[in-house]
């Protein structure tokens, strides 16, 4: 009777098997894969589609096990095609980047490098950080993608993202957290509250409050300031937009707590009050990520070295408002 192979063999034969695999038959598979179709990543990689058949079937044979499941409408990976998958794409990552740095060793570093920033911070940084960048490094392209944290995390941990900046440190093996920064909370109020430049957090007592669902990290600090405090938080709205939050505290909905730097140009307006939290206030840090389990480009070292550096420019400058500068921010470990 046919037994299924465990996933340990599977990933036994799959290592075994990828000692022997050149880059195209690598990328072959996984253009298949990614394309969840033969047809379809004929046409991307100008390869016959008979041929790209055949070096799937080749490779299967060669594994003991079946890659892909054939369905009407193209190919869908199995587990060992999904596992074969994903080192793969590692695989040809490494190389093109081993590539790259060799290709640009005596001169300017050169290549992609993948940032992952929250939201509220790529307003802030992308646009300075490329102009440095464009000025110290031309042949360095970086990608930007905005998210919150828990999808950076995630990126960070699948090789999507080779930089981030994160509201926490990543405490794992494999990765290095370095404080860049602490910025301030303010409370947010209407103009119809006309409250102090200062005011405790007991103020916020028995008022609705606007803030960020469960599980989100600015609700869990803002939750832990008021348990220490003493304070119970009334909580009339959760949503998870600072844009929709700023907008509806103006509306008169109720008060709430974010970055200083988030509304910047609300308080400017007038549209938004806000207040100093009293003593000793409420301060969130920011930490750059990197992974340390995989070798650093020229180019991930250049801009790893370069954000921080432009950071401290938009505190020094007052860009970043409420924000200050931790010495010796170090922390985490490879």
């Known amino acids: 009777m046919y037994q299924m192979p465990t996933i340990q063999k599977i990933y036994g034969q799959i290592i075994d098997t990828t000692m022997t695999l050149d880059t195209k038959q690598l990328r072959y598979f996984y253009e298949i894969a990614q394309q969840g179709s033969v047809t379809r990543a004929s046409q991307v990689l100008n390869v016959a589609q008979p041929a790209l058949s055949l070096h799937l079937r080749r490779l299967e044979e060669g594994l003991g096990t079946s890659l892909m499941l054939r369905t009407r409408t193209g190919v869908v990976p199995t587990e060992a095609g999904r596992l074969l998958?994903?080192?793969?794409?590692?695989?040809?990552?490494?190389?093109?980047?081993?590539?790259?740095?060799?290709?640009?060793?005596?001169?300017?570093?050169?290549?992609?490098?993948?940032?992952?920033?929250?939201?509220?911070?790529?307003?802030?940084?992308?646009?300075?950080?490329?102009?440095?960048?464009?000025?110290?490094?031309?042949?360095?392209?970086?990608?930007?993608?905005?998210?919150?944290s828990g999808f950076i995390s995630g990126w960070l941990r699948e090789g999507k993202s080779d930089l981030a900046i994160l509201y926490h440190p990543l405490q794992e093996r494999g990765f290095r957290s370095d404080i860049l920064l602490e910025e301030e909370l303010v409370i947010l109020w209407s103009q119809a509250f006309r409250m102090p430049p200062k005011a405790a957090l007991s103020?916020?007592?028995?008022?609705?409050?606007?803030?960020p669902s469960r599980g989100n990290g600015l609700r869990d600090l803002i939750e832990e300031a008021f348990r220490a405090q003493g304070v119970s938080a009334t909580v009339g709205i959760e949503i998870d937009s600072y844009a929709n939050i700023k907008s509806l505290v103006a509306e008169g909905f109720g008060a709430s707590i974010l970055p200083a730097h988030a509304v910047q140009a609300e308080t400017r307006t007038g549209a938004i009050c806000t207040s100093r939290i009293a003593n000793p206030g409420l301060w969130r840090r920011a930490h750059v990520i990197q992974p340390t389990a995989r070798p650093a480009t020229r180019a991930q070292t250049a801009i790893a070295q370069l954000l921080p550096q432009v950071v401290a420019d938009l505190v020094a400058q007052g860009a970043w408002s409420g924000a200050r500068a931790i010495a010796g921010g170090a922390m985490g470990a490879p």
């Open 203 to 211: 103020r916020l007592q028995g008022v609705p409050l606007v803030l």
């Open 85 to 148: 998958m994903e080192r793969a794409r590692h695989i040809l990552d490494e190389i093109a980047r081993t590539q790259e740095d060799i290709r640009s060793l005596d001169g300017a570093p050169s290549g992609v490098v993948r940032l992952g920033l929250p939201g509220t911070i790529s307003a802030l940084v992308s646009l300075p950080l490329i102009k440095a960048a464009r000025q110290r490094y031309p042949q360095i392209t970086i990608n930007i993608a905005e998210a919150m």
